[in-house]
């Protein structure tokens, strides 16, 4: 069962999504929020496997409590799915910077929706449509905080660990990434499993986001064109 808290200031949103949420067997809406301190203080109460999280909230932002839910001091890590009205690249890359494992628009449709918190649970993570590989790549490259190259990737992970982030920020599946370096597929599971706490990631999407700001990957290394965000 997917442990879920769902936290927007508004009643009706915060009504109608635990509603939505709640009649699926496989999820259970464990608590609910008005704002972005009382999001926080209910997720460590309750412990759930999916914070979903309203950008603009009073008291906390969305992005704050991210920050504080599964950010790279959090403890333990809460991850976390923002669902907001706002597309824009401060938004977007505040989320994603901030430790969301997904991003998600509020006119998504309702199949969308738990599919990405079905998603984020099992740490692949989502993003919306549109908000394509090559704008991560982009946007990222602009924020970024360390002026590090790709001689990262070999101080921290293994030469295959490596193989297996680049295909992953093309936006390939497990299966994918298994046909293409002849593997099981449980064997790059298995990657993947000691790769993430090693660059201090609880999903797919952040090992991505991770890779182009460490400049493992950069716009234009797979080919040029805009990829689809990773896959399970």
Known sequence: MIRVLVADDEPLVRAGLSALLSSEPDIDVVATAADGVEAVERARTERPHV???DIR????DG?????ELAGPDASPRIPVLVLTTFDTDEHLFGALE?????????DAEPD????AIRSVAAGQGTIADGLTRRVI????????T???TASRASDVLTPRETDILLLLAEGLSNEDIARTLVLEVSTVKSHLARMMPKL????????????????VVTVGDTGGGPGPPPKG
Do not use: D, N
């Open 51 to 53: 914070a979903c999280l």
């Open 57 to 60: 909230m009073p008291r906390r």
């Open 63 to 67: 992005i704050a409590a991210t920050r």
């Open 98 to 106: 901030a430790g969301a494992s997904g991003f998600l628009l509020k």
């Open 112 to 115: 969308e929706v738990i599919a």
């Open 137 to 144: 790549g982009e946007l990222v490259e602009r924020r970024r």
């Open 146 to 148: 360390q002026p590090v």
């Open 200 to 215: 201090g990631v609880t999903s797919r999407l952040q090992a991505v986001v991770w890779a182009y700001q460490s400049g």
